[in-house]
Each structure stands twice: as C-alpha cells, then as structure tokens.
C-alpha cells in the first residue's frame, strides 16, 4: 500500500532563511510525487510534481523538491523564505505501478516564517 | 474564475439528514475526485471519475455515500443519514488525461475550495 511521512508537525524559519520540509514515501512500483499547499479557508494549489527525468523539480513560487530514489525521499525547498510562505503543506504519492488514480496524502507540515 | 467550484462552501446539518453537495471542474478536464480531509489530517481519497463513469471507491466510501457525475461535467456527493463523524472538510479535484490508460502521461489535481460539512 501506498504511503506519505512528514515526520515534522511544523517547520520555524527566519525570512531570507533556507527552509526545508522534509517528505518519505512507500510505494510497490515506482511513484508519481507532488507537494501541495494549503492556505486557510482554500482548497490545495499545486507547487510542483515527480513524474520521470531530472531528479531536482522546480516549482511555483521558487520551491523546488529533490527525488531521491534511494531514501524514497522528496523533500521540499526553497533557497530563502518569505513571510508569505507561511502555509500548510502536504506530499502526495501516487502509485504508478497500480492503476490507481488516487493520491495518498501525508498529514502536512504546518511552515511558519518569521519576519 | 475557471478554477474548480463548489457549493455550498459550509454545510450544518443535524444528525440523520441527508446533505448533498456539488462540484464543477476545470471544463476540459476529464477526471474528477472527490476526498475528505479532517482536521489535523491529509485529505483521504473517496472516489474518482473519468468521464461519468466512476472508476474507483475507497473503504471509505459506505454505502451512505454516493457520487454521481451524469453527464461528464459537473459532480454530486450526496451522504445520506448524516452522522457526528461526516464531519469534514469535502475537497474535489479535476485534471485532464490524454493519451491511452495505462500510460505514462499523469497531469496534477487542481483542487476547489472545498465544502466545510458540520453534522450537529
């Protein structure tokens, strides 16, 4: 069965600050990876996406996640945070060996970025 | 706005009422998904459509629930017999797909804003 870790409820950073949100995944075949971000009172806008190729993917926003095949990881950066970055955000998997559309979700990392 | 919608954005129903809730997608997409996300949580998976024929069902999906898109447009989840732990968030989502099932192409959900469902 499909699974998302995101082993840390919240994530502090100061602006103009690295950030990273860390994201592990299970899957049986190989996976199909999003980062998406939730703001309150709105639905979730897609950051950026794992498909195939390049192992570093660049997003919205100035985020990018690294896929790391080897730690089934796929951690979510950006070089330096903004205030306005303060969200919730979810990794998604899909299977893609299955033919199952759905994507499973971890339980989201809340970002805080202090000014 | 050509986002996905959906209506009514908050719901409060007392117990054992039926509610009934719509979504329209992005127009051209051709998949539809409908999760439900409680607080503290990720959203879970309940069902998806392709064109109007429904495709897949979670285990979460009781049989109180029921999801039709008629027409390959718009989207309805009804939940019948409400009860205390219906209470969430009920997020659908849209993308298109083309090319043959099965294949490698996998386009992004775009997600509407949800309806805030409250069962007293």
């Known amino acids: 069965a499909q699974s998302v870790a995101q082993p840390e409820d919240q994530v502090n950073v100061a602006e103009g600050n690295p950030l990273t949100v860390k994201c592990t995944y299970s899957?049986?075949?190989?996976?199909?990876l999003f980062w998406y971000v939730q703001y309150p009172n709105r639905g979730l806008q897609f950051l950026l996406k794992?498909?195939?190729?390049?192992?570093l993917v660049k997003g919205s926003y100035g985020f990018e996640a690294e896929f790391n095949k080897s730690q089934t990881s796929f951690h979510l950066k950006k070089p330096s945070a903004l205030v306005s970055d303060s969200a919730l955000y979810f990794c998604?998997?899909?299977?893609?060996?299955?033919?199952?559309?759905?994507?499973?979700f971890g339980t989201g990392t809340r970002l805080l970025v202090s000014p | 706005d050509t986002g996905v919608s959906q209506d009514p954005r908050h719901k409060i129903t007392k117990r054992g009422q039926n509610v009934t809730f719509r979504c329209d997608p992005i127009s051209e997409h051709n998949r539809l998904y409908w999760y439900r996300q409680t607080l503290g949580q990720g959203p879970e998976f309940l069902t998806y459509?392709?064109?109007?024929?429904?495709?897949?069902k979670s285990r979460l999906l009781s049989d109180r629930f029921s999801a039709e898109r008629p027409k390959g447009s718009f989207s309805t989840l009804e939940i019948q017999r409400t009860e205390q732990g219906d209470s969430a968030m009920y997020l659908c989502?849209?993308?298109?797909?083309?090319?043959?099932?099965?294949?490698?192409?996998?386009?992004?959900?775009?997600f509407g804003p949800g309806t805030r469902l409250t069962v007293l």
């Open positions: 998604a998997v899909r299977d893609r060996g299955t033919g199952f559309q759905k994507l499973v």
């Open positions: 794992y498909i195939t190729g390049d192992n």
């Open positions: 989502a849209s993308s298109l797909t083309v090319g043959l099932a099965g294949s490698s192409s996998y386009n992004e959900q775009f």
């Open positions: 459509f392709q064109n109007e024929a429904q495709l897949e």
């Open positions: 899957v049986s075949g190989n996976p199909y």
